[in-house]
């Protein structure tokens, strides 16, 4: 039997569903066979936490109705924020689930030497905020983001933007590099270690990677969450949790 996993875009973005097929693709895992589901309806961009919730209330419906939960064998929500979904999916099935944000800041720990900080690069100024106060409050504690993150920058693009019309592709890879520069420089500045790993914080960011390697050293490594993200899923399904 082959490996199941659903890869659920929250949003109604079917552009942003398709750019997260190739990244996956390329991962080149065997024996796997990966569904992609589109929110039926909602919003087509998720740029607060109230997107989140309205998303999350238009995807449970059809999983639950599709009975995906008894056919896939792991679940990935690409949303880039402490999105609502994964708790609500947990409560009906004990079949591993993840979001994107959670995997690449725990996957982002193993991958910092020493002295070192992660950061993320995200879309809109409000991501600085809700993806700060998470990371705080419930992925790592106080403590230890003190210790290991170095903040979020952003773009000033909504999700939608970075691969839907409205903006041309120079622009949007002009607003990536800057938000990553600001944030390899913020670092630089505050003196507290320098930035060892940039996460793409956000599903749209996706397969746009090469962007930030261009502007971070060499030995910087870039996270995408929505890789990671399978990457995790892979290794609990194969090993039978």
Request: net charge negative.
């Amino acid at each position: 039997m082959p490996i199941r996993i659903l890869i659920i875009n929250p949003n109604t973005s079917e552009s942003m569903t398709d750019s997260l097929r190739s990244p996956v693709k390329n991962l080149g895992y065997d024996n796997t066979e990966y569904g992609y589901l589109t929110a039926p309806s909602g919003v087509s961009s998720i740029n607060n936490e109230d997107d989140a919730a309205i998303s999350a209330d238009a995807c449970l419906p059809s999983i639950l109705q599709r009975r995906y939960l008894e056919f896939y064998d792991a679940f990935l929500v690409a949303c880039y924020s402490p999105h609502p979904l994964v708790p609500l999916l947990k409560q009906h099935t004990t079949n591993p689930v993840l979001g994107i944000f959670e995997a690449s800041v725990h996957s982002a720990l193993q991958l910092l030497g020493k002295d070192q900080r992660f950061g993320i690069v995200s879309t809109g100024p409000q991501w600085k905020q809700i993806l700060g106060d998470a990371i705080h409050d419930h992925i790592l504690g106080e403590q230890k983001a003190r210790e290991v993150y170095a903040g979020t920058e952003t773009c000033d693009l909504n999700a939608g933007e970075l691969h839907g019309p409205g903006h041309e592709e120079q622009e949007v890879e002009k607003a990536i590099k800057a938000a990553t520069q600001r944030l390899i420089n913020a670092a630089k500045e505050d003196g507290k270690g320098e930035v060892g790993v940039v996460i793409l914080g956000c599903a749209g960011l996706g397969g746009l990677d090469d962007w930030v390697k261009e502007v971070v050293p060499q030995h910087v490594r870039v996270v995408d969450g929505v890789v990671v993200g399978v990457g995790v899923l892979q290794g609990l399904v194969r090993c039978g949790f």
